[in-house]
Every structure is written in C-alpha cells, then in structure tokens.
C-alpha cells in the first residue's frame, strides 16, 4: 500500500467513523459516565481487528492495539460532552434537544472517530506493508474537567508508546501547542451552628471561612507570575437562613498557570490561606485537589510533520450548500463580517499560550505528543457553545473527520518508516524537557473523579 492508496482506504471508509461520531452525539454522555459512547468506539475497534485492553478503576477508559514488535504510536480519543449545551442538531436558533441536557458542544464525538480512522488506516499500511510497529488507540474519558488522561498517566498506560497524536475540531485550522497548566481546589470549611442572635459566641461560621479565603486569594493575584490567573465560585454558601450560624460552607478554586512547577507554588498558597481563613474563622478546612491539567510540552519536529500533512490534506471542497450552511451560523453569531465562511488554510502558530487548558499537555510530559485543530464548524464559532453542538453532525464536520484520519495516519506512517526521524522527535522531546519530569497534583492514589460535586 502506497500512500495514495491509504488515503483512497480512508475515502472508502469514512462512513464508519462518520457514522460513529454521529452516533456519539446522540449519545452526549458526560464525564466518566460515557458509557454507550466507549462500547461503540470498541465495537467498530474490534471489528477492524483491534484488541481491547480494559483500565484498572477506570469504567470508560480502554485502549485498543494492533501489531508486533516494533514502535509504538498512539492516537487520543476522547467522548465526553457538557452539560448545558444540548441542541437540536442543524438548527439555527437556541433548540434544546429534549432527549437529553448535554450536548457535544466541544466537538468531542468528532475526536475520537478522526483518531480511529488514523488507526485503522495505518493498521492496514502495516499489514499491506509488512512494516514493523504497533498501533493504539486509547479511549480517554472526561477531559471536561475530569482530567482522564491524567488518571491513564498514573496507571501506566502511556509508559512503553513512542508517540501520540491527536487533533480538535474547532473553527479554525492550527497546531494546538500551547496551553496553560491549571488545577481546581475544593475548601470545605466547617464550623459550628447556632442561633445567630440568641447565641452567637457559640457559633463558628463556615462561611465566614470561605470569606476570609476568597479575600485571601483575591490579594493573591497581584503576586502571581505573567500569564497565571485565580478564580473561584462559592458552591455552598451555608444555607438561607439568616438567623443560623453555617456550619458548612465550600469554595471551588481555579488556579492556572503558564509552568506546571509554578501552578504548584500557587497551590501551596492558596493551601495556606485556607489554612489562615479556617483559624480565624474558628473553623477547619478540608482542602481537595479535583482535576489537573499541565501545561503542554511542544515539539517542533512533530508540529511540523502535522503541519505537512494539513498543507497536503487540508480540505477547500466545500459545496455551495456547506458553505451557505456556515454563514447562517455566522450570522446567528453577529459573525457576518468574517472573511470566509470555513476557514481552509492553515494559521501560524501561537507564541502565547491559548487561555485554555487540556489534559493531552499531561502526555506531552510523558510522551512525545502533538496535536493539531482542524475546522470543523463556521468560522468563528466560539467553542462551548450550543453552535457548536448545532454543526456537530453536518457534513463540514464529517469532512474534519477524514482530515483528521489522514494528516494523523500520514505523520504515523512517515515515523514507522523513518526510525531516524522518529528518534530526532524523541531528542526534541528530551530537549524540551530539559531534565524536568512529570508530577500531576493529582495523587497517584486517587481514584477518578470530577471537580464538579453532584
């Protein structure tokens, strides 16, 4: 099989990871509980040949395998979606979907069918080609928060793989290098109730806890570091009673930073300042770490791989109906003025970090790893959006999809056919890393869950 060919198995196939994807965004199953989505990515594996290997504690995390000796490269799949951003699909007004409140306003049913078309296509070069290597797939959960990958990380999944590679769907075509590394604090505080008139000296109010920590945190924003923010929200506030002392009250905190050692800094301060809101409140804290991102460790050789492979394969084929399509959704956006409908070439990278964050940085830290935006929807569709749910079955993004298929197989075929060039990638990675190594704020103990309390 010659490359012309691999790109004619994915043309041919593409209405299997078309069809999944879709499929998928029926489904619109939120973090860790994206259960229908995981049994239908490893159906359609497992009929293409691919082995499953199932993840300790970890119901809807897998990975799939095909190959022999050789190297290893992976590619990220995720299928969690958001709550809140359920629509009906192809609609240009605000249309809850009523079969259910989530919605893949992320793109995330697109991700995981792209990077299984990668797979299977280089499955059958291997095979065509009798060419060494192993191909995996892995089925992450819950990147909306729930930092999924972070958990695969600790339990050893990513430890023998040579390369991953991955994509997002967005509105626009770039390399997705550079993200802020991020944490989310839970502050339980707890007190003591009594009748707030009747009684005061005897109550110790929680709440008051939670003030003293979030007045804390807003001074600590003048010492932070270029780049870093502090956020927080008050998810219980203690009650609404007046007349009550609280004797529970919680803050959730979101710390971001451009350097995963200095997010740990942070984190030790607002530790403290907890720790100084709960002694002068008369109260104690219970601090816990929810999810954690890193920030995302580049490599130039493989950015530029990607970069060749969406200048070959980029797709400018739109149809008169797909492009007027995009400018409804630019309109309903106030977006009229953008200067076309889908975008078609490729954007220079950022120097700056994007203002988000992504638990595929983890792997950068443990793996060579890149990743790269292909458009999938309007230009100028803002992400998290219910636009976003809205194009998430159009024929714009299917077109993604087999974007996606071929610039990731093709970057995976060029490294198992050039052992030279994958290890240049691998002495980027070390550069880069420059001694450093990976250390989640996640404890490597912990159990999978979500920032977010039910």
């Given at each position: 099989m010659n490359l012309k060919e691999f790109e004619s198995y994915l043309d041919q196939n593409i209405h299997h990871f078309t069809e999944l994807s879709d499929r998928i965004w029926d489904y619109a199953e939120i973090m860790y509980k994206e259960y229908k989505s995981v049994e239908e990515q490893k159906s359609l594996?497992?009929?293409?040949?691919?082995?499953?290997?199932?993840?300790?504690?970890?119901?809807?995390?897998?990975?799939?395998?095909?190959?022999?000796?050789?190297?290893?490269?992976?590619?990220?799949?995720?299928?969690?979606?958001?709550?809140?951003?359920?629509?009906?699909?192809?609609?240009?007004?605000?249309?809850?979907?009523?079969?259910?409140?989530?919605?893949?306003?992320?793109?995330?049913?697109?991700?995981?069918?792209?990077s299984i078309a990668a797979a299977v296509a280089v499955k059958e070069y291997l095979?065509?080609?009798?060419?060494?290597?192993?191909?995996?797939?892995?089925?992450?959960?819950?990147?909306e928060g729930g930092s999924g990958k972070v958990y695969m990380i600790h339990r050893g999944v990513f430890d023998n793989v040579d390369v991953c590679l991955s994509?997002?769907?967005?509105?626009?075509?770039?390399?997705?290098?550079?993200?802020?590394?991020?944490?989310?604090?839970?502050?339980?505080?707890?007190?003591?109730?009594?009748?707030?008139?009747?009684?005061?000296?005897?109550?110790?109010?929680?709440?008051?806890?939670?003030?003293?920590?979030?007045?804390?945190?807003?001074?600590?924003?003048?010492?932070?570091?270029?780049?870093?923010?502090?956020?927080?929200?008050?998810?219980?506030?203690?009650?609404?009673?007046?007349?009550?002392?609280?004797?529970?009250?919680?803050?959730?905190?979101?710390?971001?930073?451009?350097?995963?050692?200095?997010?740990?800094?942070?984190?030790?301060?607002?530790?403290?300042i907890a720790k100084g809101a709960a002694m002068m409140s008369g109260t104690t804290v219970d601090i816990e770490y929810g999810g954690a991102c890193a920030n995302f460790i580049p490599n130039s050789t493989l950015d530029d791989l990607m970069i060749q492979g969406m200048n070959k394969y980029l797709s400018n084929d739109f149809t008169n109906e797909e492009l007027e399509y995009a400018k409804k959704y630019q309109e309903v956006l106030g977006l009229s003025h953008m200067p076309q409908p889908i975008?078609?070439?490729?954007?220079?990278?950022?120097?700056?970090?994007?203002?988000?964050?992504?638990?595929?940085?983890?792997?950068?830290?443990?793996?060579?790893?890149?990743?790269?935006?292909?458009?999938?929807?309007?230009?100028g569709s803002p992400m998290h959006n219910w636009v976003i749910t809205a194009q998430g079955k159009s024929s714009i993004a299917h077109k993604a999809i087999l974007t996606a298929g071929k610039v990731l197989g093709s970057v995976a075929i060029d490294l198992f056919e050039n052992l030279e060039l994958?290890?240049?990638?691998?002495?980027?990675?070390?550069?880069?890393?420059?001694?450093?190594?990976?250390?989640?704020?996640?404890?490597?103990?912990?159990?999978?869950?979500?920032?977010?309390?039910d």
């Amino acid at each position: 099989m010659n490359l012309k060919e691999f790109e004619s198995y994915l043309d041919q196939n593409i209405h299997h990871f078309t069809e999944l994807s879709d499929r998928i965004w029926d489904y619109a199953e939120i973090m860790y509980k994206e259960y229908k989505s995981v049994e239908e990515q490893k159906s359609l594996l497992t009929n293409f040949g691919f082995k499953i290997y199932e993840i300790p504690d970890m119901e809807t995390a897998f990975y799939a395998e095909y190959g022999d000796e050789g190297p290893i490269i992976g590619f990220l799949g995720e299928y969690d979606a958001l709550q809140g951003l359920s629509q009906i699909a192809d609609s240009f007004v605000k249309e809850e979907n009523p079969k259910s409140s989530f919605g893949h306003g992320c793109g995330h049913n697109l991700i995981g069918a792209g990077s299984i078309a990668a797979a299977v296509a280089v499955k059958e070069y291997l095979i065509q080609n009798k060419q060494s290597g192993k191909v995996r797939y892995y089925g992450c959960p819950a990147e909306e928060g729930g930092s999924g990958k972070v958990y695969m990380i600790h339990r050893g999944v990513f430890d023998n793989v040579d390369v991953c590679l991955s994509w997002h769907p967005g509105s626009a075509n770039v390399i997705f290098n550079n993200t802020l590394a991020n944490v989310h604090i839970n502050l339980d505080f707890k007190g003591k109730k009594a009748h707030a008139s009747a009684n005061p000296t005897e109550g110790k109010s929680a709440y008051e806890g939670v003030e003293f920590a979030n007045i804390g945190i807003a001074y600590l924003r003048g010492h932070l570091m270029p780049g870093a923010r502090v956020d927080f929200a008050v998810s219980d506030a203690g009650g609404e009673a007046p007349n009550i002392v609280p004797d529970f009250a919680s803050s959730n905190v979101l710390l971001r930073s451009p350097d995963l050692v200095d997010l740990k800094q942070m984190a030790g301060r607002i530790e403290d300042i907890a720790k100084g809101a709960a002694m002068m409140s008369g109260t104690t804290v219970d601090i816990e770490y929810g999810g954690a991102c890193a920030n995302f460790i580049p490599n130039s050789t493989l950015d530029d791989l990607m970069i060749q492979g969406m200048n070959k394969y980029l797709s400018n084929d739109f149809t008169n109906e797909e492009l007027e399509y995009a400018k409804k959704y630019q309109e309903v956006l106030g977006l009229s003025h953008m200067p076309q409908p889908i975008m078609t070439q490729m954007l220079p990278m950022k120097t700056t970090p994007l203002g988000g964050s992504t638990d595929v940085a983890d792997i950068s830290w443990v793996v060579p790893t890149a990743q790269v935006v292909i458009a999938a929807y309007a230009l100028g569709s803002p992400m998290h959006n219910w636009v976003i749910t809205a194009q998430g079955k159009s024929s714009i993004a299917h077109k993604a999809i087999l974007t996606a298929g071929k610039v990731l197989g093709s970057v995976a075929i060029d490294l198992f056919e050039n052992l030279e060039l994958l290890e240049k990638v691998k002495e980027d990675y070390r550069n880069k890393l420059n001694g450093r190594s990976y250390e989640s704020l996640i404890p490597s103990d912990q159990k999978p869950k979500s920032y977010r309390r039910d």
